[in-house]
């Protein structure tokens, strides 16, 4: 069976299109006739049946980039507050660090000062069951007037703890060392006439105190204390290659107290 064959010839299009020749096609084979197809649609012109429907899309599109923009600047800012509350939040934990710090080492000289007193009272106790009424005549001389050793340096350390009479606390110290100078709370005396000075910026004479501590009291509670302190008396002077000397050694003699942790934060500030 002979299969017929239709023959397209050329068309001729005015406008837009050229000459083109097409195709055989065989009707019977539907392969040919899917091709033809698809040619003949490929071919064709994109017509946009209404351009407004673009630009409405268009405008869409620009509206919703706009407000994806406006809602990353809003996270954006809500991050950046986030943010800064956390700072707040970190500082104040450091700020309570720092005085529970300070409130735990004025316990522990409280606690400290109790048990130098008790040992006093003890060494008192005593010499009054060895020797009742024997007295050294010279100490009772250079004694704050009607004062024994443990009212003298009382007295001395409630002004400084109780009143906060700080220029009043320096003489009482002074009259104490004078009267009392091989007393068991020399050491400690020697310190807070030291710290007493050092914040009346009088360097030269918190140095000679503290160094009494470092140098008399080998095994006294504040010689670490001591030495921070004479570090810091260098540093007030701008003499920081001293200053660093002196802290490394508390970090060295002292490596788990707390003056060592505070000589730490000294050495990162140099």
């Known amino acids: 069976m002979i299969k017929p064959i239709i023959t397209v010839g050329l068309i001729s299009f005015t406008g837009a299109w050229a000459f083109a020749q097409a195709p055989v096609v065989d009707l019977n084979d539907p392969q040919q006739t899917d091709q033809a197809r698809t040619t003949t649609q490929s071919t064709a012109p994109l017509v946009i049946a209404n351009p407004t429907d673009v630009e409405t899309r268009l405008l869409i599109l620009e509206r919703k980039d706009k407000s994806r923009i406006e809602a990353q600047q809003r996270v954006q800012q809500q991050l950046d507050t986030l943010q800064s509350e956390v700072d707040v939040l970190r500082g104040s934990i450091e700020l ?135 570090g810091m008396v260098e540093k007030s002077v701008n003499n920081n290659t001293k200053a660093r000397l002196l802290f490394e050694q508390v970090v060295s003699e002292y490596p788990d107290s707390s003056p060592s942790r505070l000589a730490s934060e000294q050495l990162k500030s140099l």
């Open 96 to 230: 309570h660090n720092h005085q529970l710090e300070q409130i735990l080492e004025r316990q522990r000289e409280l606690y400290l000062e109790l048990e130098n007193r008790f040992a006093g009272l003890s060494q008192q106790t005593t010499s009054v069951a060895n020797a009742v009424g024997v007295t050294t005549s010279g100490t009772q001389s250079e004694a704050p007037v009607g004062q024994s050793e443990e009212q003298a340096y009382q007295t001395a350390v409630n002004l400084i703890l109780k009143e906060r009479n700080y220029d009043e606390a320096i003489p009482a110290f002074q009259r104490f060392l004078s009267g009392f100078p091989n007393s068991s709370y020399t050491d400690n005396a020697h310190y807070w006439l030291g710290q007493l000075l050092f914040n009346k910026q009088d360097w030269d004479g918190a140095r000679e105190q503290f160094e009494s501590v470092v140098n008399k009291f080998a095994d006294s509670p504040k010689r670490a204390d001591a030495i921070l302190k004479l």
